[in-house]
């Protein structure tokens, strides 16, 4: 279930990422940030009311629950703040590609505050699918220490481990949150703790935004068709890497997660026309590879 989840939740957000590109032509990077959680809200609200119906109350065990909601909040933000920004700096899936190195981030803190070890093969996976996506962001340069260089230490490479690091840390505490409740239900579990997240959020940065942005605000308001699918898709996506989380070990769904590369790869060369090289195909194969090791083998 897990893995139907965890793609459910890959496609969303690039078609979440796809619509966030084209909208920063028109509104600030707040903005855009803002209507992925204001409009995901009221969604995964009227989601858990009916849920809940069925399945029964969510009881929380610690308020606990409530510190990790909002070092979750806390790190979604600023993920996202950071993520898209990126698409100002390098091609659409370029952007993305360095971000999706947040597998090996999410190993290594889910080992040392969850306790989650990997076999090792689990471990092998995941450095397949992030070597692979480092040879990825070489796109048209040869394999080279310099080019390698060259392409990781820049700016936009700095803000994308950035936004995988806090993408790794939102894993990590949106699970930790899930630890403090009880229900029949993980799938219920997860949109509890899916609405108290997109609450602190909204809290967080709708008054920044109402301070900073007015004007774009009022547009985004004015003209909510991509916004709200923005949301829509934000809410699937979180619900499915959320439930995932605690169905198994966090570096699973992350590995599995960065097949968003391959669709975001398909995306340009179909959509944006941007050109695909044959290193980028190299590193596909390395992520599906890395990816396949972690579903059959781990």
């Known amino acids: 279930m897990w893995i139907i989840l965890s793609l459910i939740s890959t496609f969303s957000q690039i078609v979440r990422n796809l619509l966030s590109k084209e909208l920063t032509k028109e509104l600030p990077i707040r903005v855009i940030s803002l209507s992925r959680f204001l409009f995901a809200l009221p969604i995964v609200f009227i989601s858990y009311l009916i849920l809940s119906g069925f399945l ?9 629950f409530y510190f990790w909601i909002i070092l979750m909040a806390i790190s979604q933000i600023l993920a996202t703040l950071f993520r898209i920004s990126l698409f100002n700096y390098k091609s659409f899936a370029v952007s993305l590609t360095i971000v999706q190195i947040d597998g090996v981030f999410t190993a290594l803190l889910a080992l040392a ?36 260089k060259r392409t990781l230490f820049t700016k936009a490479s700095l803000i994308a481990l950035l936004t995988g690091l806090f993408l790794a840390l939102a894993a990590l505490f949106a699970k930790k949150a899930t630890m403090f409740l009880s229900s029949e239900s993980k799938m219920l579990n997860s949109i509890y703790t899916l609405m108290f997240i997109l609450t602190a959020e ?10 900073k942005h007015p004007d774009a605000l009022k547009k985004m308001i004015l003209n909510p068709v991509k916004p709200m699918v923005i949301g829509l898709c934000s809410g699937i996506g979180s619900f499915g890497w959320i439930t995932s989380y605690s169905l198994v070990k ?49």
């Open 56 to 64: 029964g109350k969510v009881t929380l065990i610690n308020a606990e």
């Open 113 to 148: 505050f969850l306790g989650e070890t990997l076999s090792l093969t689990a471990w092998i996976g995941v450095m397949t699918a992030s070597t692979g996506l480092i040879l990825a962001t070489l796109s048209k340069n040869s394999v080279t220490i310099a080019n390698i």
């Open 250 to 298: 966090i570096a699973y769904v992350r590995t599995v997660g960065q097949l968003e590369f391959i669709f975001a790869t398909l995306i340009s060369l179909y959509y944006f026309k941007e050109k695909i090289y044959k290193i980028e195909f190299l590193g596909m194969v390395m992520v599906i590879s890395g990816a396949l090791l972690l579903i059959f083998l781990r």
């Open 202 to 211: 909204v809290a967080i940065l709708f008054p920044i935004v109402l301070r």
